[in-house]
């Protein structure tokens, strides 16, 4: 499957973004999607998931309650809804899928199978 992301800019504190991040080539459904994120220095950081079988959604802590993650399979895209947006949430932000990915391994970027090319989100103070 590619992943296409698209959606980042330039915000200032409290604002909102919307990302996108569109799917071809595979049956869309039958993916786990996930949003990471790396700041300049930092290590890539899991932001949240949506799995492929009940839709349940992950987030790590700093974004639960301002970050909203959803699914279109008809679209083949997978959002998400950045609101109440803080200085540190600036970073690149990369899609992510896989078929097989479990419950336990979400917020390991190592063991997901493909990758988005990542949008720059920055948040002014």
């Known amino acids: 499957v590619q992943l296409q992301a698209s959606g980042g800019g330039l915000v200032q504190a409290g604002g909102s973004l919307k990302l996108s991040c569109v799917a071809s080539?595979?049956?869309?459904?039958?993916?786990?999607m996930g949003w990471f994120r790396q700041a300049p220095g930092k290590e890539r950081e899991f932001v949240a998931a949506i799995r492929r079988v009940g839709g349940s959604t992950h987030y790590t802590d700093s974004v639960k309650g301002r970050f909203t993650i959803s699914k279109d399979n008809a679209k083949k895209t997978v959002y998400l809804q950045m609101d109440s947006l803080k200085p540190e949430d600036s970073a690149v932000y990369y899609c992510?899928?896989?078929?097989?990915?479990?419950?336990?391994?979400?917020?390991?970027?190592?063991?997901?199978?493909?990758w988005g090319q990542g949008t720059q989100v920055t948040v002014s103070s």
């Open positions: 080539g595979d049956t869309f459904r039958e993916y786990t």
């Open positions: 992510a899928a896989d078929k097989g990915i479990i419950l336990s391994s979400l917020r390991h970027g190592n063991l997901w199978d493909y």
